[in-house]
């Protein structure tokens, strides 16, 4: 079975930095597309970063410049550092992975395999 889990959310106060992660289980790591999406209450979900089997990264416009995506295929772990965070960027983050897909943020949040999530706070 498939298992995302992910780490590192917290609270942090506004300019400061997270860093998340994701161990994927059972799953063809380095063959898949992964990246992450979020979401803060009475809002849609957003696709934040993504990474390509080649480290192809793409980001939401939202995050470009603050946030970086990387994996480490040898761990199974997929990371996204967030710096210079925002009270905007409150919401509950996840991991997804699927494989023969676009890699692509707006995708994210369609992808087949999902984490259970860990909350961001950032207050100003």
């Known amino acids: 079975q498939v298992q995302l889990v992910e780490s590192g959310g917290g609270s942090v106060q506004a300019g400061g930095s997270l860093r998340l992660s994701c161990v994927v289980s059972?799953?063809?790591?380095?063959?898949?597309?992964v990246g992450w999406f979020r979401q803060a209450p009475g809002k849609p979900r957003e696709g934040v970063a993504a990474?390509?089997?080649?480290?192809?990264?793409a980001y939401a416009d939202s995050v470009q410049g603050r946030f970086i995506i990387s994996r480490d295929n040898a761990k199974n772990t997929l990371y996204l550092q967030m710096n210079s965070l925002k009270p905007d960027d409150t919401a509950m983050y996840y991991c997804?992975?699927?494989?023969?897909?676009?890699?692509?943020?707006?995708?994210?949040?369609?992808?087949?395999?999902r984490g259970q999530g860990t909350q961001v706070t950032v207050s100003s």
């Open positions: 990474v390509d089997v080649d480290d192809t990264t």
């Open positions: 997804a992975a699927d494989g023969g897909v676009y890699c692509y943020t707006d995708y994210i949040k369609e992808f087949k395999y």
């Open positions: 059972e799953y063809t790591f380095s063959r898949a597309c």
